[in-house]
């Protein structure tokens, strides 16, 4: 089986500026995170895996976070 290659560490960077931007909308918002996953819905520790730029998410996921908490997914992806 083929290895799979981690990103460029450009692009892990970008990951975590999404989730700082992710984490300061629901907190602007008022949501904790598992307000946020229950209403997506996901699990916390995925959820906050998001948030923390350890996971990639789908856009499916990114576009449910940005309706949850009430912000246009460009200013997430910006």
Do not use: C, F
């Not at 984490?23 to 008022?30: E, I, L, M, Q, Y």
């Not at 976070?65 to 912000?71: F, R």
């Amino acid at each position: 089986m083929p290895r799979s290659v981690p990103p460029p560490a450009w692009v892990i960077a970008r990951r975590r500026a999404i989730g700082d931007r992710i984490r300061a909308a629901r907190k602007a918002a008022g949501y904790t995170q598992e307000e946020v996953a229950l209403r997506i819905p996901m699990d916390r520790a995925t959820y906050n895996r998001i948030e923390m730029g350890h996971a990639a998410p789908l856009v499916d996921s990114l576009i449910l976070i940005a309706d949850v908490i009430g912000i246009p997914l460009a200013q997430l992806v910006e």
